[in-house]
C-alpha cells in the first residue's frame, strides 16, 4: 500500500513515530522527518539512511507523496502548513498506523491504562521464541530486538495501542487486550466515564468472532459495553478468570513464581524476571494472547521466563559505590508508582530514595493529593522540576505543593531545581546498601545515568 510512496514525518523523533518510519522503510517507502530535538530515536533513524532535519523545514513537504504528523504538532507548525497549501495527503500518526494495520492478517493490540509497553514485550517476545516473525510496534525499547520496532512479515502485527485523543479508534485489531481503565489523559476525556465510553468503542472495533482479552479483576475494565459477537477471554488472580494465576510466590530480588491454571487445569508454571505483583497480571495477558493463537507452552515459558522487561519500566540502570542499585521507571500516575513501591519495597535495602518528576501540569493538578499519598510511603524522597511536555502553566500548581503535601507525613522530602543537583544531593546522602529509583514519564532517567557517569 506504501511501498514505493515518499513519506515525510512531522515529529518523527517520537517512540512511536520513529517505529513506524522503520517498518515503511524497510519495506520500500522513501521516508524523510523532522523533530524539534535531537534524541536517540533520531540518530538511529540517521544512522539508517533516513534524512531528518532537527526544526522545521518546509522544503522537505514539497517532494512528499503523504504527510503524517503527530497529535502534539501545533496548527501553526510550517511543514504542516506547507502540507496544506499544497493539498499534500495527510495523515495524523494514529490514523496512518491504523491504515498500516489493514495490511496484516492479525493484528494484536495492547491497550490500558498500565502496563502496555510491558505487556506488548512480553507476548512479542514468545512470539518470537515461537518463530512466528511478528511484526512488533512497541512503545519502548525491547531489549531482544534492541529498538521499538521489528519488521517480520505480514501475518502478525503486534502492537501497542494507546487510548489518549481515541488514538485506538483508527485501527484495525482481531485480538485486543484491555489490561485496565484508570483515570488518565483527563485533559482530553475529563471524566473516568468517558474514558470507559472510549474502550467500549475500542472493543466494537473487533470483526465478529475476534479476540478479547479482558482483566477480570479491573472493575472499569468489566464494566465496559463488552460485544456479544466476539471470543471473550478473562484472567485474574481474585475472580473467577478463565485464565487465573495462583500460588504465587517472590524470590530475594522480588521476582514473581506462580502457576497458571486455564479452566481450572494447570496451563503454565513461570518464574518472572521482572518484578512485582503487576507484571503477575501481565503475565496473564500475555499467556492469554498466546494461548488463542495457538502458540506452543514451551514457547510460552521461555519466552516469559527470559523477559527482562523494556527500558525505562523498573530497569536496573547499575550499581553506584557501596551497593547502591539505581532503577528507573517510567510511571507518571498515582496507580503505577503504587506499583514501584511495592517493587521497591520487595528488594532488600537499607533506605529507599524516589527522585519523582511529575509529568505534565495538568496530571500534576489533577491527581496532587494521590501522588502524595503514594510517595510518602518511600523511605527519601526528591522532588524534580515538573515535566511540562505540551503544556504550559495554566494550573497554578507546583512542585511545592507536592512537597507540602507529602510532608505531613514524611519529613524526608525535598524539592531540588535541576537534575545536576539532585545528584550531588545524592552524593552527599547516600549511604551503603541504598536503592535509587527515578520515577516518570520525562526525562529524569538522566539522574540515574548521571549519578552512574553513564551520560
Excluded at 525499547?141 to 502492537?159: E, R, T
Excluded at 484495525?172 to 473516568?192: G, K
Aim: proline share 3%; net charge negative.
Amino acid at each position: 500500500m506504501f511501498k514505493d510512496k515518499k513519506i515525510h514525518f512531522i515529529g518523527i523523533g517520537g517512540i512511536s513515530m520513529s517505529g513506524i518510519a522503520m517498518i515503511l522503510y524497510s519495506h520500500g517507502s522513501t521516508i524523510t522527518g523532522s523533530d524539534a530535538n535531537q534524541n536517540e530515536n533520531v540518530l538511529m533513524l540517521q544512522e539508517k539512511g533516513i534524512k531528518v532535519t532537527i526544526g522545521s523545514n518546509p522544503d522537505l513537504v514539497n517532494e512528499a507523496d503523504i504527510v503524517v504528523y503527530t497529535a502534539a504538532i501545533s496548527a501553526n507548525d510550517p511543514e504542516l502548513v506547507r502540507a496544506k497549501e499544497m493539498h499534500k495527503e495527510m495523515y495524523e500518526r494514529g490514523v496512518f498506523l491504523g491504515l498500516l494495520t489493514k495490511e496484516y492478517n492479525h493484528v494484536i493490540c495492547i491497550s490500558g491504562t498500565h502496563g502496555k509497553s510491558t505487556t506488548t514485550g512480553m507476548i512479542a517476545t514468545c512470539f518470537l521464541e515461537s518463530e512466528k516473525n511478528p511484526t512488533i510496534q512497541i512503545g519502548a525499547i525491547l531489549p531482544k530486538i534492541k529498538a521499538n520496532y521489528y519488521v517480520g512479515d505480514k501475518d502478525y502485527f503486534i502492537m501497542e495501542a494507546c487510548e489518549y485523543k481515541d488514538s485506538f479508534l483508527s485501527f484495525f485489531p482481531t485480538s485486543e487486550v484491555i489490561l485496565n481503565i484508570d483515570d488518565d489523559h483527563l485533559d482530553y476525556f475529563h471524566n473516568l466515564d468517558n474514558i470507559k465510553a472510549s474502550f467500549s468503542k475500542y472493543a466494537h472495533l473487533l470483526p465478529e468472532k475476534g479476540n478479547l482479552v479482558l482483566n477480570r479483576d479491573d472493575e472499569n475494565t468489566m464494566s465496559i459495553d463488552i460485544p456479544s459477537n466476539v471470543h471473550t477471554l478473562t484472567y485474574g488472580i481474585h475472580n473467577k478468570s478463565d485464565l487465573k494465576a495462583e500460588n504465587i510466590t517472590f524470590d530475594e530480588l522480588g521476582h514473581p513464581l506462580f502457576d497458571i491454571y486455564y479452566k481450572d487445569k494447570l496451563y503454565l508454571s513461570l518464574h518472572l524476571n521482572v518484578l512485582g505483583m503487576h507484571n503477575v497480571y501481565n503475565a496473564l495477558a500475555a499467556s492469554a494472547i498466546c494461548l488463542l493463537h495457538n502458540l506452543d507452552k514451551e514457547a510460552i515459558t521461555k519466552g516469559l521466563n527470559t523477559y527482562h522487561g523494556v527500558e525505562r519500566r523498573f530497569e536496573l540502570l547499575g550499581t553506584y559505590q557501596d551497593n547502591i542499585l539505581v532503577y528507573d521507571d517510567y510511571a507518571h500516575h498515582p496507580t503505577e508508582i503504587n506499583s514501584t513501591l511495592k517493587s521497591a519495597q520487595n528488594i532488600k535495602c537499607h533506605q529507599n530514595w524516589a527522585i519523582f518528576q511529575s509529568h505534565t501540569f495538568s496530571r500534576t493538578k489533577e491527581h496532587l493529593e494521590e501522588f502524595a499519598e503514594v510517595l510518602k510511603n518511600f523511605d527519601n524522597v526528591i522532588i524534580a522540576p515538573i515535566y511540562p511536555a505540551r503544556e504550559t502553566n495554566i494550573y497554578n500548581v507546583h512542585e511545592s505543593d507536592l512537597v507540602d503535601l507529602i510532608k505531613k507525613d514524611n519529613s524526608h522530602v525535598i524539592y531540588i531545581p535541576t537534575f545536576d543537583k539532585i545528584v550531588t544531593y545524592l552524593q552527599e546522602h547516600l549511604e551503603k546498601d541504598d536503592l535509587v529509583i527515578t520515577i516518570g514519564a520525562g526525562p529524569v532517567n538522566e539522574v540515574g545515568l548521571k549519578l552512574l557517569g553513564k551520560k
